[in-house]
C-alpha cells in the first residue's frame, strides 16, 4: 500500500471535519513538520506556532490537496509558507544592506555538510531573524533571491546581504565553537 492510499482514510476524515482525523494526521506528522519549522524559527515555542498555524492552513485547504501526488512536499509548502507569514508578522527589524553578493568557499560549504542536524540547527537559531530565513530558503529549498525577495516582500539585493551576512555569522560561530571544543 502506498503512503497516500494509507492516508486516505484520514484525508477523506478531514474533508469531512472530523477531529479525530485531523488529530492522527497532526501526529502522523507532527515530527516531519517540526523538523521543518525549526529551521526557520528562533525557539521551539515559535516553531510549534508556525506548526500549528501550518496545520490550520492544511485543514482549512485539504479540498486542495491533489490525491495523486504526495502529500510530504504539499504539507512541506504549507509549513515553510507558514513560516514566512509567521516571519512576516513578527519580524523585528527588517535588514536592507545592499551590499555585494559574496559566494561562499569550498571550506564553508564543507564544514556545513559535515554538521549533525542538532548541530545546524543551534547555529541556525543564533542568526537573525533574516538572516536565518534567507538562508533556509536559498540552501534548504533551494529558491532564486527572487522568489525569495517575492515571499518575504524585500529586494533581490536585501535577499542576496541577508544570505551573504548568514553564512558570514555561520562561519563565525563555527569557528567559535570549535575554538571552544579545542579548549575542553
Not at 24 to 34: Q, T
Not at 58 to 75: A, H, M, N
Not at 87 to 115: G, I, P
Request: glycine share 2%; aromatic share 10%.
Amino acid at each position: 500500500m502506498t503512503e497516500n492510499e494509507l492516508l486516505a482514510p484520514l484525508i477523506d476524515g478531514c474533508l469531512r471535519m472530523q477531529e479525530a482525523s485531523q488529530i492522527a494526521l497532526y501526529r502522523r506528522f507532527y515530527s516531519y513538520g517540526m523538523s521543518i519549522c525549526l529551521r526557520y524559527a528562533d525557539s521551539r515555542e515559535s516553531a510549534l506556532e508556525m506548526l500549528n498555524d501550518g496545520f490550520l492552513k492544511v485543514f482549512q485547504k485539504i479540498e486542495q490537496y491533489d490525491r495523486s501526488q504526495p502529500f510530504k512536499p504539499w504539507l512541506r509548502r504549507i509549513l515553510i509558507n507558514a513560516s514566512i507569514d509567521h516571519y512576516r508578522k513578527y519580524q523585528q527589524e527588517q535588514t536592507s544592506d545592499y551590499s555585494l553578493y559574496d559566494d561562499t568557499s569550498s571550506t564553508y560549504n564543507e564544514a556545513l555538510s559535515q554538521l549533525e542536524y542538532d548541530d545546524l540547527m543551534k547555529v541556525l537559531h543564533h542568526l537573525p531573524a533574516a538572516y536565518r530565513m534567507a538562508f533556509n530558503l536559498y540552501v534548504v529549498e533551494e529558491m532564486s533571491h527572487a522568489e525569495i525577495a517575492a515571499h518575504l516582500k524585500i529586494t533581490v539585493g536585501t535577499s542576496k546581504s541577508n544570505l551573504s551576512k548568514a553564512r558570514q555569522k555561520i562561519k563565525e560561530l563555527l569557528k567559535s565553537s570549535h575554538d571552544i571544543h579545542l579548549k575542553i
